[in-house]
Nanobody, 124 residues
Framework: VQLQASGGGLVQPGGSLRLSCTASGQDYYAIAWFRQAPGKKREAISCITVRDESIEYANSAAKGRVTASRDNAKNTAYLDLNSLKPEDTAVYYC???????????????????WGQGTLVTVSS
C-alpha cells in the first residue's frame, strides 16, 4: 500500500485544517493517523477499521478536537483538526494495515505501511 499524506501547513491557534491520505496499490484493512512532535514519541490519533468502518479515537491530547473519516470511492482518509493549539505542532502520518487481524490495536506497532508525513505548524 502506498500512502500519500497532504494538507499540512501553517495555521494560527484556534484554526482548523483537513489532512488527507490517499492510498493506492493493494487493499488495506485499517487506516490510521499518528503524529510525532519534535523530541516526543509517535502518538496515535485515530484508527478506522475498513471492515465495519468503525472509528477509534486514541486517548491523545487532540481527542475531542479531531474527526476522522474515509471516502471509499476516493480511497482517501481524512483527519479534520479543529481548535488547534501550538502543542498540536507535529508531523502527521497516515498508516495502513495490509493484513487481516481480529486484534488490531490502535497503536503504531499494528500498522505496517506508512506514508511520508505532513507537517502541521500551529503558530501566530
Amino acid at each position: 500500500v502506498q500512502l500519500q499524506a497532504s494538507g499540512g501547513g501553517l495555521v494560527q491557534p484556534g484554526g482548523s485544517l483537513r489532512l488527507s491520505c490517499t492510498a493506492s496499490g493493494q487493499d488495506y484493512y485499517a487506516i490510521a493517523w499518528f503524529r510525532q512532535a519534535p523530541g516526543k514519541k509517535r502518538e496515535a490519533i485515530s484508527c478506522i477499521t475498513v471492515r465495519d468502518e468503525s472509528i477509534e479515537y486514541a486517548n491523545s491530547a487532540a481527542k475531542g478536537r479531531v474527526t476522522a473519516s474515509r471516502d471509499n470511492a476516493k480511497n482517501t482518509a481524512y483527519l479534520d483538526l479543529n481548535s488547534l493549539k501550538p502543542e498540536d505542532t507535529a508531523v502527521y502520518y497516515c498508516a495502513a494495515r495490509s493484513y487481516f487481524t481480529l486484534f488490531g490495536a490502535c497503536v503504531a506497532e499494528s500498522f505496517d505501511e506508512w506514508g511520508q508525513g505532513t507537517l502541521v505548524t500551529v503558530s501566530s
